[in-house]
């Protein structure tokens, strides 16, 4: 018997049956919605049984079953989950300095990330001591999302092994280059690196090329940031294995038409075939000028990959918060060192920078979505389970179809992680 659920444009969400009380088996049907499906939305239902997506036509035709359960989105896109490859904290935690309140302080972000429909995040770790690394990397397991928050897809280790000339916000002394012994001063840095799943260098750094190479070998990111290497260098990066670029234009050398340094990544004709280089962009309208948006987007669209690059004060009411050794003062999207007008980081959530890349560009609403979930599952090497509603796109131990409703100002309406409702919005 199928239980309809049908709801008025402001109720539909709200008023959907609750999953908890169906069987295993259960066969939801997601209708009147438009799906984001290889570059295009279509207006298709979507099928889910145990948090996979299911071919319609098998449904039908094989099996012979008709929905338990149908949902109506009330002409709402539904597109994948969102996921956030660079975010150092928010909400008042900071994942660089928690220290033994570090799980805690993943989950309640993880949390309150789902009412901004993302659904996976790397916890960014920015150059820190090493007992940092040593404490708190074998606490930050992967792990699957759910009702508890989103799910984390390993770590974003940023620095220590950057410039010293483009070095931002990060501790100078602290800073490292590799010596003789290579790849073994990442290890004695590090620790263990089982949960790490992106590494930002600097490639100019001496002796980068083998650290790539075995950092690509066993499966970790590489990606170029707080650098002043020149176009040549970022190139031969990326032929040993680098794969992407933090936060592009911020932190790097200017463009320039006799070297273009890093940002010449994005139409070089060095990248291997088969390959494609991958940048991520703070889309906060402060960061990262509208102009600049539009260049990097057109002349690379594929390879884009929003990233909010939110710092602890994400999440925080306007006003003064006493953020580690520091007061902050948050004006509307900005974040001040208390009584200054000096910016200690975005604090912008995905949803934001999505909602403002897709106005200051004026690309589709397809492309938008890509740029939050399809563009960073790919670079992550996840895109047979995240960032995609294809058919039985996932397999192993991993099942998880992640995705979230929005409305045509792509505000998001409800977050979904294997299929279930995670979060919803408030009709009050
Ligand atoms: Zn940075």
Not at 132 to 142: A, E, G, K, T
Request: glycine share 10%; proline share 4%; net charge negative.
């Amino acid at each position: 018997m199928i239980k309809d659920a049908y709801f008025s444009e402001t109720t539909c969400v709200k008023n959907m049956p609750s999953h908890s009380t169906t069987s295993d088996d259960t066969i939801t049907q997601f209708i009147n919605c438009f799906l984001l499906r290889d570059q295009k939305l279509l207006q298709e239902d979507l099928w889910v049984r145990h948090g996979k997506i299911l071919d319609p036509e098998k449904v039908f035709f094989d099996e012979k079953v008709p929905a338990d359960v149908r949902v109506d989105c009330c002409g709402k896109i539904l597109a994948p989950g969102f996921i956030d490859v660079q975010i150092n904290g928010g909400y008042g935690v900071d994942f660089s300095s928690s220290g033994a309140d570090l799980q805690d302080g993943v989950q309640l972000v993880g949390k309150k990330l789902l009412t901004h429909g993302v659904t996976s995040f790397c916890p960014t770790i920015v150059t820190s001591p090493t007992q940092v690394y040593c404490q708190d990397l074998p606490l930050l397991h992967r792990s699957v999302g759910g009702e508890h928050g989103a799910g984390v897809l390993g770590v974003h280790l940023e620095g220590p092994f950057i410039s010293r000339e483009k070095k931002g916000a990060h501790a100078a002394e602290l800073l490292r280059t590799f010596t003789a012994r290579g790849t073994k001063d990442v290890f004695d840095i590090y620790g263990d690196m089982d949960n790490v799943s992106i590494v930002t260098l600097a490639p100019e750094l001496p002796r980068s090329h083998e650290v790539i190479q075995e950092l690509n070998r066993r499966g970790i990111c590489v990606s170029l940031g707080h650098s002043i290497a020149n176009l040549s260098q970022a190139e031969a990066a990326v032929q040993q294995g680098a794969c992407f670029i933090t936060h592009l234009f911020n932190a790097m050398l200017p463009f320039h038409h006799r070297d273009p340094g890093i940002v010449g990544l994005l139409t070089s004709d060095q990248i291997p075939p088969g390959r494609t280089i991958y940048y991520g962009m703070i889309a906060d309208g402060i960061h990262t000028n509208p102009a600049a948006l539009r260049i990097a987007h057109s002349s690379h669209p594929t390879g884009l990959v929003l990233v909010s690059d939110a710092i602890m004060a994400m999440g925080l009411s306007p006003g003064i918060h006493r953020l580690g050794q520091q007061h902050v003062e948050i004006h509307g999207l900005h974040a001040f060192v208390e009584g200054t007008q000096t910016l200690c980081g975005s604090i912008a959530t995905m949803d934001m920078c999505l909602r403002h890349f897709w106005k200051a560009t004026g690309c589709s609403v397809e492309a938008a979505l890509e740029a939050a979930s399809l563009h960073p599952a790919q670079m992550l090497g996840v895109s047979d389970r995240k960032g995609t509603l294809a058919h039985d796109s996932d397999a192993g131990w991993w099942i998880m179809n992640d995705f979230v409703l929005l409305d045509d100002e792509l505000r998001v309406s409800a977050t979904y992680i294997a299929g279930k409702r995670v979060w919803k919005q408030s009709d009050d």
